[in-house]
């Protein structure tokens, strides 16, 4: 079915506003959610609904919290976000980056005990807004041990995704967000919601076994999902670990921490116009670009398309003609409302 996101995002700000979050931070976490799914990235959507009401109910996230910090001097802050809503926390937390960037050229914020922080290309945007350039490392310090280590199958680190935001003056910002391995595990659940089965090379049953069927990775017991490129995405994820979980004061992707899952970021945000000016800057990047794009494309009619470009094109397609939902991501959404004593509109 597809949905209209004007009609999607209000029904996700009243489930979430009834589990007890504020006004405000229930309009953030429905926008962010529905952003999600406008862009493409459907495992990162509306699909989390029920999962963040059952751990609301378990005690493993909590509405309505604020950072606080730990550290903090010119450029750098360390803080913690109280298990509260990743959607929200995160925001305060780049915005403690961005005016720490305005006043020094660079801000670092580590982030530690955030709930589930959803699209990590959503924190690239919003430094780019800003007219900053940024860099994020993301990862889990307990649930969410996911990611098989090369040449192992057995689950020992964290998806780590890893966004880098660069702000464009008359265009779209250019937007990486990747993951260190081949597949995220919503998307995973994605396919198991569709009746779909995952790509070769994606995941392993708990055997160790390569499948594409999203019921063997789950198992139980679970598989593992593989690191993109092997050596290479296993040689990043841990990488992220280091820096997102060590460095942040947090951890890095530890069983022993229990079954709440534990989003912890690493945020380096910079000020271009600290260097040059903001028109010099534009102008090379604008020069750069225009010489990728000129590149004679493999097929006919093809087009050279640079990070984010795909997501701004579906942002836009599905602002006209709907969000499409399966038939099961719809149903258990409307289950988690009525359970709640949210009243959902008829499809």
């Known amino acids: ?29 429905a926008r962010r959610l529905v952003g999600a799914n406008l862009v ?14 059952k751990w609301i109910r378990e005690g493993k996230v909590r509405p309505n919290q604020r950072i606080q910090t730990v550290v903090d001097n010119e450029v750098l802050a360390i803080v913690d976000g109280q298990f509260g809503f990743g959607q929200a926390i995160g925001e305060q937390a780049m915005e403690l980056a961005i005016r720490k960037s305005r006043t020094f050229g660079i801000g670092v914020v580590g982030l530690r005990n955030s ?3 959803g699209r990590i290309g959503d924190w690239a945007e919003l430094a780019a807004e800003a007219g900053c350039v940024s860099l994020h490392f993301v990862n889990t310090s307990g649930l969410g041990i996911l990611v098989a280590p090369h040449g192992g199958y057995d689950a020992r680190l964290s ?6 935001g660069v702000p464009r003056k008359n265009a779209p910002p250019i937007i990486l967000d990747i993951s260190t391995c081949v597949v995220a595990e919503g998307k995973i659940r994605v396919a198991l919601n569709k009746g779909e089965q995952v790509p070769a090379g994606c995941v392993l049953d708990a055997a160790g076994r390569p499948t594409t069927d999203p019921k063997a990775f789950y198992g139980p017991p679970r598989g593992a999902i593989l690191p993109f490129g092997g050596h290479k995405g296993y040689g990043l ?24 899952l534990a989003n912890n970021m690493l945020s380096i945000v910079f000020d271009p116009a600290r260097v040059q000016s903001t028109d010099a800057f534009h102008r090379e990047l604008d020069r750069f670009v225009e010489y990728v794009k000129s590149s004679r494309t493999v097929t006919p009619n093809g087009d050279i398309l640079l990070p984010g470009e795909v997501e ?9 003609r709907g969000i499409e939902l399966d038939p099961t991501t719809w149903e258990n959404l409307g289950q988690a409302a009525r359970e709640i004593g949210v009243r959902v509109p008829v499809s």
């Not at 079915?1 to 976490?29: K, W």
């Not at 994820?237 to 709440?260: D, K, M, T, W, Y």
């Open 312 to 320: 701004a094109s579906n942002r836009e397609g599905k602002l006209s």
């Open 1 to 29: 079915m597809n949905i209209d996101s004007t009609r999607l995002q209000p029904l996700i700000e009243s489930i979430f506003a009834a589990a007890g979050c504020e006004p405000r931070e229930a309009q953030v976490i």
């Open 237 to 260: 994820g841990i990488l992220v670990e280091a820096l997102a979980g060590a460095f942040s004061a947090a951890a890095c992707s530890n069983p022993e921490n229990g079954a709440r």
């Open 115 to 117: 709930g589930h922080l």
């Open 40 to 53: 493409g990235h459907d495992s990162h959507g509306v699909i989390q609904v029920p999962t963040y009401l």
């Open 159 to 164: 998806a780590n995704p890893i966004a880098a």
